[in-house]
């Protein structure tokens, strides 16, 4: 291909004037950390997405890390999870020294598939992760009953899925604790950051102390430490861009929705491309990504490669976590442990897409995309 007429990112915020304004308020009023501008947004987030309590936190693997503690798990623990998600679903229980051990996805819903985590349950099984992988709503009532059944606690690794609801209700509304992210590609972006939205108060307040390094809870002294606790702290100029981010949050995924309608439009009919799961009755998708999956017998590398010479970035949203390295190395996974994800994995493709996509940039992507599949 010759050299590219132009370039699409795969990602890119969508910021203006009002982000600027709260930011300014927060440098100008000094309180740059543990103030006011934090509990505001844990205030709004927590009734966005209905659930009664949120503590923000440095990162969705800072969230993550706490709900795992707080669960007490630890060495010599299992813990069921998705392979076909991003590495930090798994990090996260690592840290505590427990075991992981992935159940395979189901192959409509991308989704971590029900009758395989309970098929996965030993006398060592502490907890289940479950993902709403690429903003795609887990089957939350399936998992919310086998967990009960078995003693298990449940986490929403809820990272990618900031607006998508669940049989009509938001994600994390649900009951189970869910962590959502706001890194730079995420719904809401902040640059860092996370929170952990739930309903339970105790739960709450153990995570406001764990992110402060465990200081008390209660208004103790600066120095009264009464747990082993982190700096996982989130900021309150952070929490100023996530607040700017709230407000206009229904623009933003209406945005979102509206690019991923033109892709599907305009990739109908191309030859070696299918969609990613649509949405039903139960499950409404908030787009994070967008990803369609290669036909099987293309190579995905060189379309990658030449869709970037063309300009185009793309990326392989998202390899399988018990085939990366480390993961490899350590437990000796192999491929053929969940051959769904694992040939879900292999095929996908994620495009370029974020708010401010333009419409001619997506017929560019697809025209891009095209040329490619026809060599
Ligand atoms: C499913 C999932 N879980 C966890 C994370 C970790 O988020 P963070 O980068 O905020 O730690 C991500 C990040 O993209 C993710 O996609």
């Known amino acids: 291909m010759k050299s590219a007429l132009r370039r699409v990112p795969l990602a890119r915020p969508y910021l203006d004037e009002r982000e600027e304004e709260l930011v300014l308020e927060v440098l100008r009023s000094g309180r740059l950390s543990l103030g006011p501008t934090i509990d505001r947004f844990e205030e709004l987030i927590a009734q966005r997405v209905g659930a009664?309590?949120?503590?923000?936190?440095?990162?969705?693997?800072?969230?993550?890390?706490l709900l795992v503690r707080t669960a007490g798990i630890g060495a010599g623990d299992e813990v069921i999870t998705t392979p076909l998600s991003f590495a930090a679903t798994a990090n996260c229980f690592l840290y505590e020294g427990a075991t992981p051990v992935f159940a395979?996805?189901?192959?409509?819903?991308?989704?971590?598939?029900?009758?395989?985590?309970?098929?996965?349950?030993?006398?060592?099984?502490?907890?289940?992760?479950?993902?709403?992988?690429?903003?795609?709503?887990?089957?939350?009532?399936?998992?919310?009953?086998l967990c009960r059944r078995h003693g298990l606690t449940l986490i929403d690794d809820s990272a990618e899925a900031l607006g998508a609801e669940y049989k009509g209700k938001p994600i994390g509304s649900h009951g189970p604790p869910a962590v959502f992210g706001f890194y730079p590609n995420k719904q809401l972006a902040t640059g860092e950051g996370g929170v952990v939205t739930t309903h339970s108060e105790e739960l709450r307040e153990e995570l406001?102390?764990?992110?402060?390094?465990?200081r008390s809870y209660s208004g103790g002294s600066w120095f009264d430490h009464v747990r082993l606790g982190f700096n996982y702290r989130w900021t309150d100029i952070q929490a100023a861009v996530g607040i700017a981010q709230l407000e206009k949050l229904d623009e933003l995924l209406t945005l979102?929705?509206?690019?991923?309608?033109?892709?599907?439009?305009?990739?109908?009919?191309?030859?070696?491309?299918?969609?990613?799961?649509?949405?039903?009755?139960?499950?409404?998708?908030?787009?994070?990504?967008?990803?369609?999956?290669?036909?099987?017998?293309?190579?995905?590398?060189?379309?990658?490669?030449?869709?970037?010479?063309?300009?185009v970035d793309v990326a392989e949203y998202m390899p399988c976590i018990h085939l990366l390295t480390y993961m490899r190395e350590?437990?000796?996974f192999t491929e053929g442990l969940c051959p769904v994800a694992e040939e879900i994995s292999r095929r996908t493709l994620a495009l370029p897409f974020f708010p401010g996509l333009e419409a001619d940039d997506q017929e560019y992507v697809v025209e891009v995309l095209r040329a490619v599949l026809e060599r």
């Not at 819903?109 to 309970?118: I, L, R």
């Open 208 to 214: 406001v102390s764990l992110r402060n390094q465990g």
């Open 104 to 145: 395979d996805v189901d192959t409509r819903t991308w989704n971590v598939d029900p009758a395989a985590v309970e098929a996965a349950i030993t006398d060592r099984t502490k907890a289940v992760i479950a993902v709403d992988i690429f903003g795609y709503p887990c089957e939350l009532d399936a998992l919310i009953a």
């Open 52 to 65: 009664p309590y949120a503590a923000a936190v440095s990162s969705a693997t800072a969230g993550l890390h």
């Open 330 to 332: 350590r437990f000796g």
């Open 256 to 311: 979102r929705s509206a690019a991923a309608a033109r892709y599907n439009e305009l990739l109908a009919g191309v030859d070696g491309v299918e969609l990613a799961p649509a949405d039903d009755d139960d499950h409404r998708r908030s787009w994070f990504v967008y990803v369609v999956q290669l036909a099987p017998e293309l190579d995905r590398a060189r379309v990658m490669a030449d869709m970037r010479e063309g300009g």
